[in-house]
Structure formats: structure tokens, C-alpha cells
């Protein structure tokens, strides 16, 4: 069994931690917190940067190291909204191997996480965080803060009450999202196929731009909310009221389900990337009839728009 070591840290400092390290978890109120996973096989590493208020405890038992304040439990966390914990500031900066299993829990606090294979946990309350290159599952849960994942190519699931969530690129097997206000935007890559995507939110607003030709059943509604469709294959019903956008794209091997209640919400077309203007025309292309509009309009990179309504605001991927 592992040695228990234990540091105070009331001061900038930095530490290489000898032991193995199989998980993190850092828990701070105000300031900022940087996970970077490597490859490098270098020791694990903290970096205390910036720090007031109370001191910080590091601490390294049997494969999990532990940055936090003694007065700020993992349980609960969401609710700890005293006062008197804004009183205080941490800059910190930990290096870890890629397959660690990561927890962050930040209060007024920014988070940045890169390069990790294993789980990643994240609780928010007010701080914006930053998912960049995640290969394994991710949690997110916020109050107000917003998360922007960058290349995350595992399962993503995302509760908030109005924060917003971004998606860059993402190709994990399983995106879910839920909100009350928060907007969600989504830039699915085009070499993931098979994606199971689900967003829930009351009043927020939703755009997802998908490759072209896409894969997936889709099925998106908005009880009061405008609509925007830019693909032919699919068809809005509602003209007053109740809207909703179905149909099938490719061989609707994925899924795409989403639902708002007066939230606007978009679908759009991803503009094709250098590869897909040098690729041959798949059978569905040459043998798919054109519309009556397209007849009738020059060509768009964007593709077709339906215009059975406006788009929704503020969405332009």
C-alpha cells in the first residue's frame, strides 16, 4: 500500500510528485485550473502559480492525487455558493499521464483539460472550462458556466442550468446534453459515423452543423421556437406554433434527436473540408434528383436552405 505525503501550500510552489498517479482531483474557488496529459513518461507535476487566501493541500495516496481546500468536499460541490468562499484565488497547473482519471470541480474558477484517455469529471458553478483532445468519457455539469470541447472524441454527457455548450469537432460515439436556458452549439466531424446525439433545453437555442452527405435519423422539434433546415433530404411540419424537422440522412446509421421548447433551433450544413472537394461523388450523389429550388438558384457551399422559416438567432457556425 502507498505512503500518504501530504503538502501545504500557502505560497507559489512547485512539486514532482514520485509516485505513480492513476487519478486527479482538483477542487478550487476562483482562478484558474490547467490538466495537461503526457506522454513523455516525466513525473507527475503540480504548479501552484498564483495563490490567496487560505492554503492549498496537495496530497498523493495509493495512485490518486488531491489538489483542494480541507473546507471543500467533491460532495455537494454544486452547492457551495457561500460567501465567504469567494474570499480566495488559485492559479494551478498539473501535468499528469494521458490515462489518468481526471475530476475538476471549480467555483468562479476557468478550467482548461488537454490530452486525456482517461474519464474526466467536471463540476462548475460560474467558471467557463475547456475540453480539448479527451478520448475517454467526459461529465460535465455547470451552474452558469459554459463548456467548449475541441476535438473530443469520447462520450460526452452535459447537465446545466444556463450554461452554454460548444462542440468543435467532436466524434465521440455519444454526445447528451441538458439544459433549462443554456444555448448549445454543435460541429459534428465528418469522420465520425454512428454518433448518437440527444439535446434537451427549455428556452436555449440550438445549431448543429453536420457534414454533408450525413448518417443519421433525425428527428428535432421546437414547441415555439423558428426552425432553419439546410438539407433537402429532411422536412419541417408546423407552419404555426409546434415545429419539427425529420427525416433521414445517408443510411441513418446515427441518430439525432433534440428538442426545445422555445428555443430556436438549426440545422446546418458543414462546409466540406479539403479531402471532400478532392472526393469522386458517392452513388447517393449521382443519383439523387435536384430539387425544384435548386433549379432555380446558383449553387451555395453552405447547400440548400429551407426556408420555411428564419434561422435562429445568434447561431452562425
Known amino acids: 500500500m502507498s505512503a500518504r505525503t501530504e503538502w501545504s501550500v500557502s505560497a507559489p510552489r512547485t512539486l514532482e510528485i514520485e509516485e505513480e498517479v492513476t487519478a486527479l482531483e482538483v477542487r478550487v ?3 484558474t485550473v490547467n490538466v495537461v496529459g503526457t506522454t513523455d513518461g516525466g513525473r507527475p507535476r503540480v504548479e501552484i502559480s498564483e495563490l490567496s487566501g487560505p492554503p492549498l493541500t496537495v496530497r498523493q495516496e495509493a495512485g490518486t492525487l488531491t489538489v483542494t481546500y480541507d473546507d471543500l468536499p467533491w460532495k455537494g460541490f454544486l452547492k457551495f455558493l457561500d460567501r465567504k468562499g469567494w474570499h480566495r484565488s488559485a492559479v494551478v497547473s ?8 481526471v475530476a475538476i470541480g471549480t467555483v468562479g474558477a476557468s478550467a482548461v483539460i488537454s490530452g486525456i484517455d482517461g474519464r474526466t469529471e467536471l463540476r462548475g458553478v460560474s467558471g467557463d472550462s475547456t475540453l480539448v483532445r479527451l478520448t475517454g468519457p467526459v461529465r460535465a455539469e455547470t451552474v452558469s458556466g459554459r463548456v467548449e470541447g475541441q476535438a473530443v472524441t469520447g462520450d460526452l454527457r452535459f447537465n446545466s442550468v444556463s450554461g452554454d455548450l460548444t462542440l468543435i469537432e467532436g466524434s465521440g460515439a455519444t454526445v447528451k446534453a441538458d439544459s433549462v436556458s443554456g444555448d448549445m452549439v454543435l460541429d459534428l466531424d465528418p469522420a465520425a459515423t454512428g454518433t ?3 439535446l434537451t433545453t427549455v428556452s436555449g437555442e ?9 448518417d443519421a435519423e433525425v428527428d428535432a ?6 426552425v432553419a433546415n439546410a438539407f433537402e433530404d429532411l422536412r419541417v411540419s408546423g407552419q404555426w406554433g409546434a415545429k419539427r424537422i425529420t427525416g433521414r440522412l445517408g443510411s441513418g446509421s446515427g441518430r439525432l434527436k433534440v428538442t426545445t421548447l422555445s428555443g430556436g433551433l438549426a440545422l446546418l450544413r458543414r462546409p466540406p473540408s479539403p479531402d471532400d472537394r478532392h472526393r469522386p461523388p458517392s452513388p447517393d450523389d449521382r443519383h439523387r434528383p435536384p430539387s425544384p429550388d435548386d433549379r432555380h438558384r446558383p449553387p451555395s457551399p453552405d ?3 429551407d426556408t420555411t422559416d428564419s434561422p435562429a438567432d445568434k447561431k452562425v457556425l
Open 29 to 31: 474557488v476562483g482562478g
Open 206 to 214: 440550438v445549431a448543429i452543423r453536420l457534414p454533408a452527405p450525413g
Open 303 to 305: 447547400g440548400p436552405a
Open 221 to 226: 422539434n421546437t414547441t415555439s421556437g423558428t
Open 94 to 101: 498539473v501535468t499528469v499521464p494521458t490515462a489518468t482519471n
Open 196 to 198: 448518437d446525439v440527444q
